[in-house]
T-cell receptor, first 115, second 114 residues
Framework: DTGVSQNPRHKITKRGQNVTFRCDPI?????LYWYRQTLGQGPEFLTY????????KSRLLSDRFSAERPKGSFSTLEIQRTEQGDSAMYLC?????????????FGEGSRLTVL | SQKIEQNSEALNIQEGKTATLTCNYT??????LQWYRQDPGRGPVFLLL?????KEKRKERLKVTFDTTLKQSLFHITASQPADSATYLC?????????????FGQGTTLQVKP
């Protein structure tokens, strides 16, 4: 069993550059979530997919952020024109919609540092 | 507005003692409350879930209580060990939510000293 996989684990970029993160969820899971976590804070919800449909986006997700989940499998989160305030850990999680209890399985995260 | 609060101060205890962490929430009607463990630089890992109609849940050395009147959950680790040192997050699934979206508290860091 290969849990949730995220790549890259670490990304250092200069302000203004674009970055893309990839998430491969647990294969039988149809729900996929992106969260952002800054130091000393809990994960903050960004967006959520059920299969390939993006069903909810947080107000935290500015127009510089875009997420996709083509074919309902892996997902990508792209940040355009990065700002220093984008520096954070970006966490992906997956779950199966048929399980009402909502337990999320998280990946190890992608840490972004914007210089 | 909806809010989840955990004690932001780190909890330092001696090995063998019981650690008790608190999660308070306001303006929520959660169907479930979950606890996760997070180690530095890693993603959160699910520990326990308790439903709104359950008062207490146990799993090995872990115990969770849920008081919907007080709007509070307590998370206990008995016979604590240095390996229990981590940040513990509580999370709520809103009672009317069909998305499975969880809202997290800020976490409490536990340090168990040998």
């Amino acid at each position: 069993d290969t849990g949730v996989s995220q790549n890259p684990r670490h990304k250092i970029t200069k302000r203004g550059q674009n970055v893309t993160f990839r998430c491969d969820p647990i294969s039988e899971h149809n729900r996929l979530y992106w969260y952002r976590q800054t130091l000393g804070q809990g994960p903050e919800f960004l967006t959520y997919f059920q299969n390939e449909a993006q069903l909810e986006k947080s107000r935290l997700l500015s127009d510089r952020f875009s997420a996709e989940r083509p074919k309902g499998s892996f997902s990508t989160l792209e940040i355009q024109r990065t700002e220093q305030g984008d520096s954070a850990m970006y966490l992906c999680a997956s779950s199966f919609a048929g399980v009402r209890t909502g337990e999320l399985f998280f990946g190890e995260g992608s840490r972004l540092t914007v210089l | 507005s909806q809010k989840i609060e955990q004690n932001s101060e780190a909890l330092n205890i001696q090995e063998g003692k019981t650690a008790t962490l608190t999660c308070n929430y306001t303006n929520y009607s959660p169907a479930y409350l979950q606890w996760y463990r997070q180690d530095p630089g890693r993603g959160p890992v699910f520990l326990l879930l308790i439903r709104e109609n359950e008062k207490e849940k146990r799993k090995e050395r872990l115990k969770v209580t849920f008081d919907t009147t007080l709007k509070q959950s307590l998370f206990h680790i008995t016979a604590s060990q240095p390996a229990d040192s981590a940040t513990y997050l509580c999370a709520l699934l809103h009672g009317s939510s069909n998305t499975g979206k969880l809202i997290f508290g800020q976490g409490t860091t536990l340090q168990v000293k040998p």
